[in-house]
């Protein structure tokens, strides 16, 4: 632990110090900030952002983590940019003769990427035909169409209900609010699931999920007892922290006890004495 911190802050130093011999600005990452926000402020793009700190553009920022940032070189980059497009535009007055027409004002097409931390959570599911039983899906193995995928909501609502077609999967929910869910999953006809066919997902936290349902012939179409939620777990440390906390009830008041007798003793001996 204590050398992974010096490590953090030999690179934090290193960076200041290589920000300050290139007149370069670091950045602190403060709660609330995304990448795009960033770049804006500092008037970037993502792209330089990302190259210039070697992030992947669906990192997610940690409060605190340092960001470098060049203006200098920005500035220098649309300097370069906007001399191009002059020379385009004066290339392109040459090449075409004035009709007498306005010309039509050109702007810069611009698709801003959207930060991970704002995406809602998803979930992404495939049935597939188990041929030789291992429950992970290999090569040469197919989807399955005809099964059936059922989402329900805490209160046991209805959220979707998709048949596969064998085809299109996986198939992606997206734009799921972010509570608890059952889901329960149902073969096609001659086909029996390997694993639990209803579980519970907890998606208080987003994230997105991934399922594969594993299908064999031959298998009965049973329906599994779903996952318990992640809420038990919850009541469990409850429990166990209650517990604890008898136990060391029990300690104090035995030594309590230890401190009567002792008194007691104490003050026998004083009496016998006189």
């Known amino acids: ?60 920022l940690q409060i605190g983590q340092l960001l470098l940032v060049i203006p200098d070189a ?24 004035a009709a007498g027409h306005p010309e039509a004002p050109v702007f810069e097409a611009s698709a801003p990427m959207m930060d991970p931390a704002d995406l809602s959570p998803q979930i992404c599911f495939v049935v597939f035909a188990d041929d030789n039983h ?14 059936e995928i059922i989402l329900f909501d805490a209160a046991e609502i209805e959220q979707l209900h998709y048949t596969t077609d064998g085809e299109s999967e996986p198939y992606c929910v997206r734009d799921l609010g972010r509570r608890l869910y059952r889901l329960e999953a149902v073969p096609p006809a001659g086909y029996g699931l390997r694993g639990a066919a209803s579980l519970w997902l907890d998606l ?9 349902f594993s299908a064999a012939r031959g298998l009965a179409r049973v329906a599994g007892t779903a996952l ?9 440390a409850a429990e166990e922290a209650e517990g604890l906390l008898r136990e060391l009830s029990g300690l104090v008041v035995l030594a309590m006890a230890g401190v009567v007798f002792v008194s007691g003793m104490v003050v026998a001996i004083f009496l016998r004495g006189r």
């Open 1 to 60: 632990m204590r050398q992974l911190c010096l490590m953090l802050i030999c690179l934090a130093a290193l960076m200041t110090l290589q920000a300050q011999e290139t007149d370069d600005l670091i950045h602190t990452v403060e709660a609330g900030e995304t990448l795009i926000s960033i770049a804006n402020a500092y008037g970037v793009t993502l792209d330089q952002l990302l190259t210039l700190n070697n992030l992947d553009p669906e990192a997610y």
């Open 74 to 97: 920005v500035e220098a980059d649309a300097e370069d940019e906007a001399e191009g497009e002059a020379g385009n535009e004066e290339a392109t007055r040459e090449a075409i003769p």
């Open 134 to 147: 291992s429950g992970m899906r290999e090569p040469g193995e197919i989807l399955l169409g005809d099964g």
């Open 204 to 212: 208080r936290a987003g994230g997105k999920l991934q399922l594969e």
């Open 228 to 236: 318990e939620p992640n809420a038990d777990i919850e009541t469990a």
